[in-house]
């Protein structure tokens, strides 16, 4: 058996629980990377990706979505009002994306939330994600375009 950065077979079953726990740190420690400069994208960048990965291994909550969703959008403001805004399309994806997940979230578990202030809100959101569209590629423009097709759906459902 090796040790380090080698296979250890011994160590390749994960505790979900380790996991949870680690990658929650890992978000309230990038919290205070946004906190000591809200300007910059790194803080953001890294604590919405974090999310992602939560949101992949945990149960999710209401609380938890409107924080992430909270972050993308004060992400996407401080790109907006950035006079360079170098990661304004980075940061409309991560807006796009939780807002459809949290969307998603209210729409199975209480859809009295989507209300037609929240209609305004996607249609906001929409406006905003498809502009990212030309700039993103990959598996991150799939994501993008699941979260405007979802969005789109939702705010159809809201009469």
Not at 25 to 44: C, F, M, N, T
Not at 50 to 68: Q, V
Request: net charge negative; aromatic share 10%; with cysteine.
């Amino acid at each position: 058996m090796l040790q380090g950065a080698n296979f250890v077979p011994a160590l390749e079953v994960c505790d979900p629980v380790l996991l949870e726990s680690k990658t929650v740190e890992l978000l309230d420690l990038s919290v205070e990377l946004i906190k000591a400069d809200v300007r910059q994208p790194h803080g953001y960048d890294i604590h919405l990706a974090i999310s992602l990965i939560y949101f992949r291994i945990s149960e999710r909550n209401e609380n938890d979505y409107t924080r992430a969703e909270m972050i993308a959008r004060q992400f996407f403001e401080v790109q907006k009002a950035s006079s360079r805004g170098r990661a304004l399309n980075t940061a409309r994806y991560y807006w796009t994306h939780f807002s459809a997940a949290h969307g998603s979230y209210q729409y199975f578990n209480n859809p009295t939330q989507l209300n037609n202030e929240k209609k305004e809100y996607f249609v906001l959101v929409i406006s905003e994600g498809t502009k990212a569209v030309p700039q993103t590629e990959g598996a991150r423009l799939v994501r993008l375009k699941q979260a405007l097709e979802l969005l789109q759906l939702l705010s159809n459902f809201i009469e």
